[in-house]
């Protein structure tokens, strides 16, 4: 479904069954243990970074940055192409927090675009917020019990936001974080590299991949600004969404935490680099 | 060519209107339930009167500038009150590049009857259309983007079942005023003005976006004029209506007279209940001066008139900046 017709990569004979199957066990481990990770860490709100793929938005309004300061936000993951029955999920919105954050982020020069009230997806009314949000947050805050500050990216709308920009980002990010008294999380879901959908799905670049995730293991995401400066066909797509993890990775690295990598498989079949890396524990010496 | 001429004004409704009447209506509905300050008494009908010559005055002030120009297009700062977005969707700036005119409604003499027109019931009257040029604000988007300013893309006209909402007021109600002719292209840069959010753009921000206009613009072969539209100070509806801030205004018009608008950075750097709300909007006049200063340092503006208005609620302001291509070429 993610590939359509497109011609394959070599690699991605070697994605068997049977090395599906290990995928998967990797997968389900590495959420596991970023959802016990966030259980121990204790905290009264997660801010989720993600990009939009024109289920919130739409062409009458595509926000570059957008905090969400609503009390609840919901979504729907169930792909209706699988046969999958509906699962419309609500989760609960930090709302204060949210609107701390925004005004944080503006006085420090970014234009925050927000929402308050009522959550009214433009692109999908019925469905919400993307899976993007919905499965990773359903899956990792089960336990934790925290509520959530959704905030979204541009990383599919030309013109996107540039890499330079989500360093800065990241940092005010943090510097607002460290305001406030709460104990906040930061997850970002998007990427890797991929195409899904598009006209390299399957293809993925595991080199660029490869290299984002050593920048942000050693406390380098200011390097991955120059990432979107230039124009490649390669950058398109999930590659878009890297513009998540270079914003976590500043914040992070702002809040004096190096990230560890968990797991990285170029997966073909999921049409993206898959990767886990957390943040957190010991800080910088 | 670039960017050359810059011009700005207030777009009250009250100055849409010509007869007393219309402006006690308006009073009336935006009044928020205020006595108003005691110089409310004094705007009898004569000192009405003079309002209403003197706003048609000042409007052809602007339409004669923005004409002798000869724009290819003009870029309009202004602020969305509930009509493209609300509180569900608020960008801080917006962009529209779509290829569809916008279609709206102006007030010219709906109050100056009883009861008042409701300019969306009667568009053959009302209606305004006005065309946009997508070339350009795909450029500008862009390029503000690459920049480093957050702006929303918008390509679709936003469908809002309400005709009242059909487009923002600070575009469709004094550009018939203003525009050489209402075939000339706009490029509607919305900017978060009234709506009493602390994530909104603070004065350096806006002089920043003033210049960046122009860097970006600066390779454009068109003609390019800024336009702001709204303020100056205001709070209609709310705790202060009818208290316009003189001071405040005369003040911001000064730095514009005197060439100085980096002494405009510090407005919005704190909250206030007289810098929210209405007086939010005078955010659309900065970056045009900003702007006017980039293209040729300490460039002074041209305040064509300015009166505290009480019965409509705002201090009414008109400026502009002189062509400033040779200065640009040179």
């Not at chain 2, 060519?1 to 011009?7: C, E, H, I, L, R």
């Not at chain 2, 004065?203 to 709204?230: H, M, P, Q, W």
């Amino acid at each position: 479904m993610l590939v359509g017709d497109v011609t394959q990569p070599l690699s991605a004979k070697a994605e068997t069954p049977e090395r599906l199957e290990q995928y998967a066990g990797m997968l389900d481990e590495a959420f596991w243990f970023a959802a016990e990770r966030l259980a121990l860490a204790q905290l009264d709100t997660l801010v989720v970074l993600v990009a939009d793929r024109g289920q919130v938005f739409d062409l009458r309004n595509t926000p570059q940055l957008h905090v969400f300061a609503g009390e609840d936000i919901w979504g729907d993951p169930a792909l209706s192409a699988l046969g999958e029955a509906p699962r419309p999920t609500n989760f609960s919105c930090d709302a204060d927090l949210a609107t701390f954050i925004s005004e944080e982020l503006a006085s420090h020069g970014f234009d925050i675009s927000e929402s308050r009230g009522t959550f009214e997806p433009l692109g999908d009314p019925e469905h919400g917020v993307g899976a993007a949000f919905v499965e990773p947050v359903m899956r990792l805050t089960a336990s934790a019990g925290c509520r959530v500050v959704p905030i979204h990216v541009n990383a599919h709308v030309a013109p996107a936001i540039t890499g330079h920009r989500m360093v800065a980002f990241g940092r005010a990010l943090a510097d607002a974080l460290a305001l406030t008294p709460k104990r906040v999380g930061i997850l970002a879901s998007g990427g890797l590299s991929g195409d899904p959908n598009g006209m390299l799905a399957g293809w993925i670049d595991d080199v660029l991949d490869r290299w984002i995730l050593a920048r942000l293991a050693t406390g380098r995401s200011h390097d991955l600004g120059t990432i979107f400066d230039i124009e490649s066909q390669g950058l398109r797509g999930a590659t878009g969404e890297v513009r998540l993890w270079i914003a976590a990775g500043a914040a992070m690295e702002q809040a004096g935490y190096a990230g560890r990598l968990a797991t990285y498989i170029p997966l073909h079949h999921a049409a993206v680099g898959t990767a886990f890396m957390h943040w957190g524990g010991s800080r910088w010496p | 060519m670039a960017v050359g001429f810059g011009m700005a004004s207030s777009h009250a409704p009250s100055l849409f209107a010509e007869t007393y009447g219309g402006w006690q209506r308006v009073w009336e509905r935006f009044s928020g339930g205020n006595v108003g300050p005691p110089e409310l008494a004094a705007e009898g009908p004569e000192t009405i009167a003079s309002f209403v010559t003197r706003t048609a005055a000042a409007f052809a002030t602007l339409r004669e500038q923005l004409t002798a120009y000869a724009p290819d297009a003009l870029i309009v700062l202004a602020g969305d009150q509930n009509e493209w977005f609300d509180a569900a969707h608020l960008p801080n700036l917006m962009i529209y590049a779509g290829e569809d005119d916008i279609v709206g409604f102006h007030n010219f003499g709906s109050d100056d009857v009883e009861p008042r027109l409701l300019p969306w019931e009667h568009p053959e009257r009302f209606g305004v259309r006005l065309r946009v040029d997508h070339e350009l604000a795909e450029h500008l988007l862009a390029g503000l983007v690459r920049e480093g300013f957050d702006v929303a893309i918008s390509r679709k006209l936003p469908s809002r079942e309400d005709p009242r909402r059909a487009a923002p007021h600070a575009l469709v109600r004094p550009l018939p005023l203003v525009l050489p002719t209402i075939e000339l292209p706009i490029v509607p840069l919305m900017m978060k003005t009234v709506e009493r959010s602390p994530a909104i753009l603070n004065g350096e921000r806006c002089l920043e976006l003033g210049r960046a206009i122009v860097s970006v613009c600066s390779t454009s072969r068109k003609r390019i004029a800024l336009y702001g539209s709204g303020g100056l100070s205001h709070d209609p509806s709310g705790p202060r209506a009818g208290w316009v801030d003189e001071p405040l205004d005369r003040w911001v018009l000064e730095q514009f007279a005197n060439g100085t608008p980096e002494r405009l950075g510090a407005l919005y750097s704190f909250r206030s209940g007289w810098t929210e709300s209405g007086t939010g909007e005078i955010r659309t006049w900065l970056p045009v001066a900003a702007a006017m200063d980039a293209i040729s340092p300490g460039t002074q503006a041209t305040v064509v008139d300015y009166f505290a208005a009480r019965k409509s609620t705002v201090g009414c302001g008109w400026a502009f900046w002189p062509d400033k291509t040779e200065a640009r070429v040179a």
